[in-house]
């Protein structure tokens, strides 16, 4: 059975609700879960019957101790979270507006999953790495670590690679979360030149590149297979043995509610039916009829039972390694 590792932070998620308001004052009620972009892939991987880990750390707080029960329920692997003594989640808070659209304020400067590189356990993880098919991670991701921590995972991704592992980068852009947007230019150009598959927007690149058209976003990213969505609903994909393949998503019916993790479930769709014998294209369908079923719910993860059903295709089961 195909694997995958995904990367990265969750955190403890506090949403605004519509209830709970006092009369002249803006705040009211908040309701408490946990979210983190990679770790919303790796629920969603699951759910459409990938085998997934998610690695990380944690401290040793009960809300950790929630998070690991909350991921064991959704069938996520969590034989590579360490946990830290003393140590606490990160936390964000979500406002969404009338559109759907999110602002997120965040907690995180002394979160147990900054530390992930710098560990005594790191090694150990790293060299794990070896043993997945595809391995997963955001641009989120490496904005938590140091430069070091970053040099660090990525080298031991390319050693990965070399046994037939395949790398995944969704570039999810965060502004606040890097010193400066050369520093993130050129950690985004390091993750592009390792990657297999590269999952972007024009919302991540035009903020980095302003000004630049959907074709020179796309040569900045050497890797062989592109996933570029547009600002509507509509992908760009690249990849050996075709030219540029247009892919759109099939219009709304319900209205649009929260678009928090519209890119994160694109991901897993995608991901998942690469996995199981689905083309490029195929894939990315899958992946925008996923998304459209997630922005219609509140908050990361939809409900078990709001979740489209799964086509099924012939599981790929063999790996090459990388020339």
């Known amino acids: 059975m195909a694997s995958v590792a995904c990367i990265g932070e969750c955190m403890v998620e506090l949403r605004q609700t519509q209830s709970g308001a006092s009369v002249g004052q803006s705040g009211g009620l908040y309701s408490r879960g946990f979210g983190g972009d990679t770790l919303n892939t790796a629920v969603y991987l699951a759910r459409l019957e990938v085998k997934v880990d998610y690695l990380t750390a944690l401290g040793d707080d009960a809300l950790s101790d929630e998070m690991i029960a909350a991921w064991t329920a959704e069938n996520v692997g969590t034989r590579r979270v360490v946990r830290l003594a003393g140590k606490l989640p990160g936390l964000y808070m979500i406002q969404t507006d009338a559109n759907g659209e999110r602002q997120f304020f965040h907690w995180r400067d002394s ?19 070896m043993s997945y098919d595809i391995i997963y991670l955001s641009a989120i991701t490496l904005s938590i670590y140091d430069a070091a921590g970053r040099e660090r995972l990525l080298a031991a991704i390319k050693r990965a690679r070399l046994l037939g592992t395949r790398f995944v980068f969704d570039t999810n852009f965060r502004a606040r979360g890097w010193p400066d947007r050369d520093v993130a230019r050129e950690v985004f150009a390091a993750a592009f030149a390792a990657a297999d598959i590269v999952l972007t927007s024009t919302e991540d690149l035009l903020a980095l590149h302003p000004g630049e058209s959907h074709e020179q976003l796309m040569t900045r990213i050497p890797t062989p297979e592109l996933v570029f969505r547009l600002a509507e609903p509509v992908s760009l994909l690249r990849f050996p043995g075709t030219a540029t393949h247009e892919v759109r998503a099939e219009p709304m ?6 678009t928090t993790a519209a890119g994160d479930s694109f991901a897993a769709a995608y991901i998942a039916a690469r996995l199981t014998g689905s083309d490029p294209v195929e894939a990315a369908q899958a992946g925008h009829r996923l998304a459209s079923v997630v922005i219609c719910y509140a908050g990361a993860i939809i409900p078990g039972y709001a979740m489209p059903p799964k086509k099924r295709h012939r599981p790929a089961t063999t790996r090459q390694a990388t020339k």
Do not use: C, F, K, Y
């Not at 147990?112 to 794990?128: D, F, I, K, V, Y």
């Not at 019916?253 to 929260?258: A, K």
């Open 111 to 129: 979160a147990a999953a900054r530390q992930l590189m710098s560990l005594p356990e790191t090694g150990e993880l790293l060299n794990s790495l």
């Open 253 to 258: 019916i319900n209205p649009v509610v929260d």
